[in-house]
Nanobody, 120 residues
Framework: QAQLVESGGGLVQPGGSLRLSCAAS????????MGWYRQAPGKERELVGA???????NYADSVKGRFTISRDNAKNTVYLQMNSLKPEDTAVYYC??????????????WGQGTQVTVSS
C-alpha cells in the first residue's frame, strides 16, 4: 500500500505564485515517474507536467516558462512551483506517481487533489 498526500493549494491573485507538494509514503520499493494533472469544471483532466526519477521533466505548452516541477527523491516528494498564475490555471490539481513494489509490480497512485483558484 502507498498513499500520496498533497498540500499547498489555495487562492491567489493573477500574477501570483503558489507551490504544491506531494509526498508518497508506505511500503514500496521505489518510484519511477511523478507528475501533476489538473481538472477544471466542465473540462477533462489534463497533464500539467511530469518528472522521471532521473530528473528529466516535460510540461504542457500552456504552462511552459511559468511552472517548474522538481523532485526530492530522498523524501519521495514532488513539487510544482507555479509562477505568473492566470485565471485559466484555476483547477483541482492531482499528483500522480508510478510506484514499484518489491514483488516487481508497478501501480499508479493519485493524490487526493488540491484546489488552486486564481482570481481577483
Amino acid at each position: 500500500q502507498a498513499q500520496l498526500v498533497e498540500s499547498g493549494g489555495g487562492l491567489v491573485q493573477p500574477g501570483g505564485s503558489l507551490r504544491l507538494s506531494c509526498a508518497a509514503s508506505g511500503n514500496f520499493f521505489g518510484i519511477s515517474d511523478m507528475g501533476w494533472y489538473r481538472q477544471a469544471p466542465g473540462k477533462e483532466r489534463e497533464l500539467v507536467g511530469a518528472a522521471s526519477s532521473s530528473g528529466t521533466t516535460n510540461y504542457a505548452d500552456s504552462v511552459k516558462g511559468r511552472f517548474t516541477i522538481s523532485r526530492d527523491n530522498a523524501k519521495n516528494t514532488v513539487y510544482l512551483q507555479m509562477n505568473s498564475l492566470k485565471p485559466e490555471d484555476t483547477a483541482v490539481y492531482y499528483c500522480n506517481a508510478q510506484i514499484w513494489y518489491r514483488d516487481g509490480s508497478r501501480r499508479p497512485y493519485w493524490g487526493q487533489g488540491t484546489q488552486v483558484t486564481v482570481s481577483s
